[in-house]
């Protein structure tokens, strides 16, 4: 699916043309996946357009630079200043962002220590690469691993090892199934090629943790908070795949995926989808992104 364009993208500091944000075909990061990144939301709501828990993404993309050792050229700060100007520049109300930081043109080889650290960011009105139907979707079980966390570090959401996500999402999508589950090199459940995975069951809602493979959602964050504020149950534990399967509801979320029930893993059909605990998360999760609950206002950052 083509990116619809915007006008501009914030590229090194600056505000450029969006079809002037190129990179060079030596740039390192390019032949060694040697990047960071974050997918982030611009929600509309009744104050106008606002970033989700920018903060946190912001800081976890610091922190990925760190695991990786690259060093950053802007903080915080700036890049949420960055931010705001983007989104305002472009007119969105309701939109994807995109920031990037990654080894640029200049010297190529294994050897990173010496490249330039590039920083783009980029806006774009798009709903996510899962079907948003009520109904759900369907998972298969990847016969691709997550990574080992003693190979690359997943709790980095770094460039390079994505083809992992990459490869895992197109045997599923071959097969005829929406999305992938990944298993941990241990063979316990991890997460999908973008989204983090909640089970219930008997009313108990239950997520992998970190040490499974699985990213440190920031929306995996939001639901279990969420969960906690609604009396749910939550434990944060490590599931089999047969955990999964004796599920009374399954569902994934992401930054662009928001909140999506799973209806099918491996062709059992789940109970129910979306069940109840599902359809009382997403509502929470809509109202808390749009601002409508006045609880979680200090997740939002204002465009204005």
Known sequence: MAIPEASTIWWNG???????????????????????????????TADGPAVFRLPEHLRRLHRSARMIRMDLPYGVADLTRATVELVRANGHQDCYLRHFAFLGYGTMGIDMRHSPVDVSIASWEWRGQLPQGEG??????????????????PAAKATGPYLNSVLARREANDAGYDEALLLGPDGA??????????AVRDGVLRTPPSSAGALEGITQDTLLTLARDLGVE??????????????????????????????ALDDRALPESPGPVTGRLREAYRAAVSGADPRYRHWLTPVG
Do not use: M
Request: proline share 4%.
């Open 14 to 44: 600056a505000l450029v043309p969006w079809q002037e944000a190129r990179v060079h075909v030596l740039a390192h990061g390019l032949h060694y996946g040697t990047g960071v990144l974050e997918g982030t939301r611009v929600f509309a």
């Open 189 to 198: 459940v991890s997460e999908c090629t973008g989204e983090n995975v909640f």
């Open 136 to 153: 759900g979707i369907t998972l298969k079980t990847s016969s691709w691993r997550r990574n080992d966390p003693n190979a690359v570090p």
């Open 234 to 263: 939550v434990r944060v534990e490590g599931l089999l795949r047969s955990d999964l399967y004796a599920a009374d509801e399954l569902f994934v979320c992401g930054t662009a995926a928001g909140v999506i029930p799973v209806r």
